[in-house]
């Protein structure tokens, strides 16, 4: 396979080579739930027409694997497709200002993929199976908050749970997660619950646990209103670990 990067290049390019020949159709906005309906109006996305691919440039990005652990830098670059829902996520460092660590999240066709190489050579980590599935799965419905359009696509479905709070569910591929979004008085996004995630444990076991995303700081740029600063939280029955924290630098959306 080689390194990471070049493999993540073949994958963008046969990914958009597929999502223009997939329609499975939209719903209304008028059918979501009231908050999910001003978040999609207040995003502009509408304006867009039909997103095939949305891609999203971090910054500022930092990740910690422990507690105790100090955050490390990383450099990250990510794309998403619609409407078949395919993300994939280019991410590198460097250990010790020597070694080349670069990994690659992805979901592509209901299949989950963690894959993490050192010196673009040898294979650290290579999650797979039905965790990692469900685990990008409900990660794609969580970047709702950054790809409004995903709302609109029939295989997530909505519940008002009350005015400032949304049950989210995706179903794809015979696959099923379900979060929770919850908004502020602005009907902006502010934080997404789910308890479909699974923490890999050092014996490489899986666990499930409960996860939470929260955004802020919302901007405009080119008529698209979008959070720009985001972290991610393992929420252990021990206390929490906030393991990622970013800022989008530039989203581009493309037909």
């Known amino acids: 396979m080689g390194n990471l990067k070049h493999y993540f290049s073949t994958e963008l ?4 080579a597929l999502v223009k020949k997939i329609y499975t159709g939209k719903r209304a906005v008028s059918d979501l739930p009231t908050a999910l309906q001003h978040f999609v109006l207040q995003s502009g996305c509408l304006s867009l027409g039909n997103i095939h691919q949305v891609k999203i440039e971090w910054k500022n990005a930092r990740l910690k694997l422990s507690k105790k652990g100090s955050w490390k830098s990383i450099t990250c670059v990510q794309h998403n497709f619609l409407p078949d829902p395919i993300r994939l996520v280019y991410m590198s ?11 690659l999240d992805s979901f592509r066709h209901g299949n989950g993929n963690m894959m993490v190489k050192a010196a673009g050579l040898f294979k650290l980590v290579d999650a797979k199976g039905y965790q ?3 685990a990008e799965l409900v ?7 950054i790809i409004p359009d995903y709302a609109l696509q029939t295989y997530t479905q909505w519940e008002e749970i009350d005015l400032y709070t949304v049950r989210g ?22 934080k ?7 923490y890999t444990q050092s014996n490489g076991n899986f666990l499930e646990t409960k996860w939470t995303a929260e955004c802020k700081t919302y901007i405009k740029h080119n008529d698209i209103t979008f959070p720009s600063a985001f972290s991610a939280t393992w929420n252990f029955p021990q206390g929490d670990l906030t393991y990622f924290k970013g800022e989008i630098n530039n989203i581009i959306f493309s037909n």
């Open 13 to 16: 390019r046969r990914a958009r």
């Open 93 to 103: 460092t460097k250990v010790f200002g020597l070694i080349g660590i670069e990994a």
């Open 132 to 134: 990692m599935d469900k």
């Open 139 to 145: 990660t794609l419905l969580a970047e709702t908050m």
């Open 169 to 190: 569910t995706i179903n794809y591929h015979g696959l099923k997660a379900v979060g929770l979004f919850y908004f502020n008085e602005n009907f902006q996004v502010i």
């Open 192 to 198: 997404f619950e789910t308890n479909d995630r699974y």
